[in-house]
């Protein structure tokens, strides 16, 4: 291995670790001594897994053996602690106590195992996955600034190169949106491909398992390792994704990217929309033919996501509200879980009939285009502290810009990725974000990955 | 024609219809003769059809030319006041002001057409399909009693032979409820097998559009005529279903038929029981095996689907409630559709959740049995102005008792039918309720065919 192991994606450290050049317990501990250097100051992991040691020594002895497992034999991933482990504790990122949490795998942890990754630890998210901040979570890219969230801990530390990948949750943006500040690549792929059992509930219609990781194509492979049947989700619809890691140079070459400039290009910082601009001259320049559309309804469904998601988050905790049992929460997210009471079954409803309607929009522009493209976020990462940010002209709260562009997809349960294109004049990260129907991943993963090696992948921090 | 054409099911009419031994103008004639003489004492119709008329002489040239359509060529049917048709007003029961339902066919109206039947008129409803007791529509085998609700008109209509069938909609019991207590047919198909299109709704994820009959097979005709596709019903799974009708006489030998004593025979008035132990015993003496099973989550199921139905009736009629543009509502009415502004979103996923757990309950069941039977209401017709009924020692409320054993097969959406099992002591019908899994109505039927031979139909009253 010439270069830093830590630097390296999945897809080359796989063959360096097949063939023995790496040896998995090498790889963990290059790990976790960049954890041990740089943690301190990042805060991203919660709990280091101290059977993850002899979890790389069995890799090591498997490998060894002729027996290799394929390109996840030996990575260490780290975990968001909203997914039960059966070698960790799971805190769901709340200081509550008497949550306990059973020690078990959550499905889509019970099947990297099999692919024969090791979790190297569990990274911190905002607490109940409720919030865009992850405190005390900081970027790598500028420590004065937030990772985002919830996924924070795992964005921060994939970007820092604490761990090969991480598993985040996105249930208005929770993965894209780390993944976009800390600048990284974050899969949120169709809902229902991964399983979700085990993993602690947001919002049952909403949230979704992913990866963030260093590459597009190891998000792929990711993916499909944990794609498949859950008998612990109902919304799970059981099939397996391709290893579609293969054919993701097939290029764009005649795909159709629609741009929908309302809503999705609304209120952007200027070299935000100069990323996203470029990115599509790119595509364009690829062969990628760029389509105008209009989704007139993307107006108002800011509140219908709200209202999804605050009944929903209300109807896991009720049980704590009315027993009072709710001084353990922070107060940001007290005030959300106690606010879901106010929202009616009507008011519920009637989300979800705006639901439907964008859905039936949508459907009828994915007759005409691949893949939407547009922003992650319409700003790079704010300070810490920062309840309102600025964009342009316009303050808005940070829950608000931060899940703007992310939420459609989720009210959809449509894949979306979001992958760094560069930085701001301030070198902070600008995440562009491609969208795709309903378990059409591989059209979003080649757009993304010609977009990939146009504009290069960040380094991780060094 | 020897005997009163009124009084036949249409499996008797058609053949006498297509052979020209009865013509079209004829048979709705006799059916006008019989509202002329019945209805101001019931009330059952709100509206006649101008346009019968021309429809009843257009089948009768039809069928002369050779063109018989089918089992419904000709066939008077009444229209529940929810779905809209094109040649007569819809006011879905309420005297409400600028409603300004357009003129034109619900689609399972539009199907019915098609399979040349003609509508003789449109029955009165609880208002909204809020209700039980459809006032101020009169039981036809004792006028001092309700026909129940909400479809009560069609099973008034039914049941005193003022038109060969007629349409409901069923959200908690509304089909089979007035079947039980009038003495006829009715079927609550699977959820999406027929269109709701052009129905007015009322709870979008329990409203189920069906047929009210004289005898089995004519409800199977009707269902299997208006099922099959419906682009403006987004729940329609748009298959049609096949004619029941040719092999309804198949018998129950060898058919496990459930029966689950928790909830569906708790708190009966004896002669119900009795009926009900009568029906199982013929069941036995035909070949099928009796089943017991127990579900214990039924205990919990009245509070869900309330939850679910006054949402839902509250987001529909939100818009009115808002501009305080309630005074139209009947009293009884616009309690419920305020009390729904109170179910919280939370409350609302709660009984979803209860409806998953017990569907999940339900389909374990269903791999034991292939029919669950049941009483459909624990007594039989009230007296006008009753507002709680006493059923053994226990006093309960019209609204509970008449969905207690109803509503299970709303919440799971799957199909039921009520048939008439003879009279209690005062006369008055006694219903029996079988359910079966989705899309097996056929079960249903056969078991339904075999119990109507046994027992025979009730007259239509003369």
């Known amino acids: 291995?010439?270069?830093?192991?830590?630097?390296?994606?999945?897809?080359?450290?796989?063959?360096?670790?097949?063939?023995?050049?790496?040896?998995?317990?090498?790889?963990?501990?290059?790990?976790?001594?960049?954890?041990?250097?740089?943690?301190?100051?990042?805060?991203?992991?919660?709990?280091?897994?101290?059977?993850?040691?002899?979890?790389?020594?069995?890799?090591?002895?498997?490998?060894?053996?002729?027996?290799?497992?394929?390109?996840?034999?030996?990575?260490?991933?780290?975990?968001?602690?909203?997914?039960?482990?059966?070698?960790?504790?799971?805190?769901?990122?709340?200081?509550?106590?008497?949550?306990?949490?059973?020690?078990?795998?959550?499905?889509?942890?019970?099947?990297?195992?099999?692919?024969?990754?090791?979790?190297?630890?569990k990274t911190r998210m905002h607490e109940y996955a409720w919030g865009m901040e992850t405190p005390p979570t900081r970027n790598p890219r500028d420590l004065s600034r937030v990772p985002g969230g919830s996924s924070g801990g795992s964005g921060a530390a994939v970007a820092a190169g604490l761990c090969a990948a991480a598993l985040g949750s996105d249930t208005g943006g929770s993965i894209r949106i780390p993944a976009s500040l800390c600048g990284c690549v974050g899969l949120k792929p169709t809902f229902g491909l991964i399983g979700r059992g085990g993993i602690v509930p947001h919002s049952w219609s909403l949230d979704h398992a992913g990866p963030l990781a260093a590459t597009v194509e190891d998000a792929a492979i990711l993916t499909a390792a944990m794609s498949g049947p859950d008998p612990d989700d109902p919304a799970a619809v059981g099939k397996e994704a391709p290893h579609w890691a293969d054919a993701l140079e097939s290029g764009v070459s005649g795909m159709r990217v629609g741009v929908c400039r309302r809503h999705f290009f609304d209120g952007l910082t200027p070299d935000v929309?100069?990323?996203?601009?470029?990115?599509?001259?790119?595509?364009?320049?690829?062969?990628?033919?760029?389509?105008?559309?209009?989704?007139?309804?993307?107006?108002?469904?800011?509140?219908?996501?709200?209202?999804?998601?605050?009944?929903?988050?209300?109807?896991?905790?009720?049980?704590?509200?009315?027993?009072?049992?709710?001084?353990?929460?922070?107060?940001?997210?007290?005030?959300?879980?106690?606010?879901?009471?106010?929202?009616?079954?009507?008011?519920?409803?009637?989300?979800?009939?705006?639901?439907?309607?964008?859905?039936?929009?949508?459907?009828?522009?994915?007759?005409?285009?691949?893949?939407?493209?547009?922003?992650?976020?319409?700003?790079?990462?704010?300070?810490?502290?920062?309840?309102?940010?600025?964009?342009?002209?316009?303050?808005?709260?940070?829950?608000?810009?931060?899940?703007?562009?992310?939420?459609?997809?989720?009210?959809?349960?449509?894949?979306?990725?979001?992958?760094?294109v560069g930085n701001d004049r301030s070198d902070l990260p600008i995440g562009l974000q491609v969208a795709a129907p309903a378990f059409a991943e591989f059209a979003l993963l080649r757009v993304a990955k010609a977009l990939e090696d146009s504009f290069g992948t960040l380094p991780r921090v060094s």
Request: charged share 25%.
């Open 1 to 121: 291995m010439t270069k830093a192991a830590y630097s390296l994606p999945i897809s080359d450290l796989a063959p360096a670790l097949r063939d023995g050049r790496l040896h998995p317990v090498d790889l963990l501990d290059a790990y976790l001594e960049r954890i041990a250097t740089h943690d301190p100051a990042l805060s991203s992991f919660v709990h280091l897994n101290a059977a993850a040691r002899s979890d790389a020594e069995k890799a090591g002895k498997e490998i060894a053996a002729g027996k290799w497992r394929g390109p996840l034999h030996g990575i260490p991933i780290a975990v968001k602690d909203n997914y039960l482990t059966q070698d960790m504790p799971t805190t769901a990122g709340t200081a509550a106590a008497g949550l306990d949490l059973p020690l078990r795998d959550a499905t889509a942890v019970a099947r990297l195992r099999k692919a024969g990754a090791l979790m190297i630890g």
């Open 273 to 420: 929309e100069d990323a996203a601009e470029r990115a599509l001259s790119s595509l364009s320049a690829q062969g990628a033919r760029i389509t105008e559309f209009d989704v007139p309804e993307l107006d108002g469904g800011l509140g219908a996501i709200f209202a999804i998601e605050l009944a929903s988050s209300t109807a896991y905790h009720d049980h704590r509200l009315r027993d009072g049992n709710v001084a353990d929460f922070s107060p940001d997210v007290r005030t959300l879980v106690e606010i879901g009471r106010f929202v009616s079954g009507a008011d519920y409803l009637t989300a979800e009939r705006y639901r439907r309607l964008l859905g039936e929009r949508f459907a009828m522009q994915f007759q005409e285009i691949d893949v939407v493209v547009s922003p992650t976020l319409p700003l790079t990462a704010w300070r810490v502290g920062e309840r309102r940010v600025r964009v342009g002209s316009e303050e808005e709260s940070v829950l608000a810009v931060s899940w703007r562009l992310t939420y459609p997809w989720n009210l959809l349960g449509l894949p979306a990725i979001s992958i760094p």
